[in-house]
């Protein structure tokens, strides 16, 4: 009983610093205590409404969707912070679409790329780069044209 009221007062605490998705702070408890303590730790902080997975992606689609492509960041939620598909769609329409083509253009400019200056080889290695972060290609392509223009 002792374990199990440490296990909660650590949940809080680990809270308290920021917040977390539940399987990040079941993996934070199950590092010091049995898988049954961290079930009723996370129960009992789930009650109270320290913990809501939904409210998290919300917040984490807002705040991370102004600096990252929208795809990026759903799979930042899927994969690293352990968020289910259905939150996640939820969240997703809680939340306005972001223009990505903001975001483009930051990172042309972030890059020095200059559209009149910029070889073949250059633009090729530019779209595979905004790729790589998530971006569409439909998006991707529209900034390139609209800049050589």
Same mark, same amino acid.
């Not at 809501?52 to 990252?68: F, M």
């Given at each position: 009983?002792?374990e199990?009221?440490?296990a909660?007062?650590r =949940?809080?605490?680990?809270?308290e610093?920021?917040?977390r998705?539940?399987?990040? #702070?079941? &993996?934070?408890?199950?590092?010091?205590?049995?898988?049954?303590?961290?079930?009723?730790?996370?129960r @009992?902080?789930?009650q @109270?409404g320290?913990i809501?997975?939904?409210r998290?992606?919300?917040n984490?689609l807002k705040?991370?969707?102004?600096?990252?492509?929208r795809?990026?960041?759903?799979?930042?939620?899927?994969?690293?912070?352990?968020?289910?598909?259905?939150v996640?769609?939820? =969240?997703?329409?809680? &939340?306005?679409?972001?223009?990505?083509? #903001? #975001?483009?253009?930051?990172?042309m400019e972030?890059k020095?790329?200059?559209?009149e200056e =910029?070889?073949q080889?250059?633009?090729?290695?530019? @779209?595979l780069?905004?790729m790589r972060?998530g971006f569409?290609?439909?998006?991707?392509?529209?900034?390139?044209?609209?800049?050589?223009?």
């Amino acid at each position: 009983m002792d374990e199990l009221k440490r296990a909660k007062h650590r =949940a809080l605490y680990l809270l308290e610093r920021c917040d977390r998705t539940e399987q990040e #702070l079941r &993996t934070k408890l199950s590092r010091n205590y049995d898988p049954e303590i961290v079930d009723e730790a996370v129960r @009992y902080v789930k009650q @109270y409404g320290y913990i809501d997975d939904r409210r998290y992606a919300v917040n984490y689609l807002k705040s991370r969707c102004q600096v990252k492509s929208r795809r990026q960041v759903e799979q930042e939620l899927l994969y690293k912070k352990g968020i289910s598909r259905d939150v996640l769609e939820e =969240a997703c329409q809680e &939340t306005e679409p972001q223009d990505e083509s #903001l #975001l483009i253009r930051r990172w042309m400019e972030k890059k020095h790329y200059s559209p009149e200056e =910029a070889t073949q080889e250059e633009q090729r290695r530019l @779209y595979l780069f905004l790729m790589r972060r998530g971006f569409r290609s439909e998006d991707i392509l529209k900034e390139l044209r609209c800049r050589d223009e």
